[in-house]
């Protein structure tokens, strides 16, 4: 989604007339051709060591150890630069992407253990599109196949919040999105397990080499530009 991103924020401008309902049903409908995605082992170590396994995380870092795996949460990096079927600055007015912000993410697994190598295929495709006034919210789900065989191993969606893209007459409130979409009550007790992580100050710094390579949480001047000055990386 990255690449689409860039690409979107090229194409963008402020060219009054536009009819933005008419686009997101058309978007609605686009159907993506696919994205392929490869890793090996490097990768999968490259993605756990950058959000936070340790040396001695043999089973995370070691790729001949005897269970040698990827973390679930690996399912969110395929499609960072796959091609969705749509430019987000023809669905909601004014797209600027320093005014973006990762809202939410849903992932589910479809496949474990999850192969610590391989060649997929990322098929994203627009899923709901919010007017909230002052921003426009969109939801892109993308589903990662194996490449060989066409199993899904991942489904996930991601939400960006985009301030001063709202306004252009949409749906306030969000579709029913199942699971993804859910409200989840914790049990009213004591959690069963507490563990608190600290994460290193330059932990983005190699996360972003697993493919978000948005300027944002890297560049200093980039950031210094957009309404969040200290928001060098994620924490």
Same mark, same amino acid.
């Given at each position: #989604?990255?690449?689409?991103?860039?690409?979107?924020?090229?194409?963008?401008? *402020?060219?009054?007339?536009? +009819?933005?309902?008419?686009?997101?049903?058309?978007?609605?409908?686009?159907?993506?051709?696919?994205?392929?995605?490869?890793? *090996?082992?490097?990768?999968?170590?490259?993605? +756990?060591?950058?959000?936070?396994?340790?040396?001695?995380?043999?089973?995370?870092?070691?790729?001949?150890?005897?269970?040698? !795996?990827?973390?679930?949460?690996?399912? =969110?990096?395929?499609?960072? +630069?796959?091609?969705?079927?749509?430019? #987000?600055? *023809?669905?909601?007015?004014?797209?600027?992407?320093? #005014?973006?912000?990762?809202?939410? !993410?849903?992932?589910? =697994?479809?496949?474990?253990?999850?192969?610590?190598?391989?060649?997929? @295929?990322?098929?994203?495709?627009? @899923?709901? =599109? #919010?007017?909230?006034?002052?921003?426009?919210?969109? =939801?892109?789900?993308?589903t990662t196949k194996d490449a060989a065989?066409?199993?899904?191993?991942?489904?996930?969606?991601?939400? @960006?919040?985009?301030?001063?893209?709202?306004?252009?007459?949409? +749906?306030?409130?969000?579709? &029913?999105?199942?699971? $993804?979409?859910?409200?989840?009550?914790?049990?009213?007790?004591?959690? &069963? @397990?507490?563990?608190?992580?600290?994460?290193?100050?330059?932990?983005?710094?190699?996360?972003?080499?697993?493919?978000?390579?948005?300027?944002?949480?890297?560049?200093?001047?980039?950031? $210094?530009?957009?309404?969040?000055?200290?928001?060098?990386?994620?924490?």
């Amino acid at each position: #989604m990255l690449s689409s991103l860039i690409e979107t924020a090229e194409q963008s401008d *402020d060219t009054d007339g536009t +009819n933005y309902l008419s686009n997101i049903e058309a978007a609605y409908k686009a159907k993506s051709e696919g994205t392929e995605f490869s890793y *090996d082992f490097r990768d999968v170590i490259l993605y +756990n060591l950058g959000v936070g396994s340790k040396r001695t995380d043999l089973p995370y870092v070691f790729e001949n150890d005897d269970d040698f !795996q990827v973390l679930p949460t690996f399912g =969110v990096i395929p499609p960072f +630069n796959a091609v969705a079927p749509f430019n #987000m600055a *023809d669905i909601v007015p004014n797209f600027n992407p320093m #005014m973006l912000l990762h809202g939410e !993410q849903y992932l589910e =697994v479809l496949k474990y253990p999850i192969p610590t190598s391989g060649k997929v @295929v990322c098929e994203p495709k627009l @899923v709901d =599109v #919010m007017d909230k006034g002052a921003a426009g919210v969109i =939801v892109t789900g993308t589903t990662t196949k194996d490449a060989a065989t066409g199993e899904p191993l991942f489904y996930q969606e991601g939400t @960006v919040f985009i301030r001063g893209a709202g306004g252009f007459g949409g +749906n306030k409130a969000g579709k &029913d999105r199942g699971k $993804a979409s859910a409200t989840y009550k914790p049990p009213s007790r004591k959690p &069963d @397990v507490v563990t608190e992580e600290k994460t290193s100050p330059d932990q983005a710094a190699l996360y972003r080499l697993s493919g978000d390579y948005n300027p944002l949480h890297i560049d200093p001047e980039f950031v $210094a530009l957009g309404p969040s000055p200290s928001n060098t990386h994620h924490r």
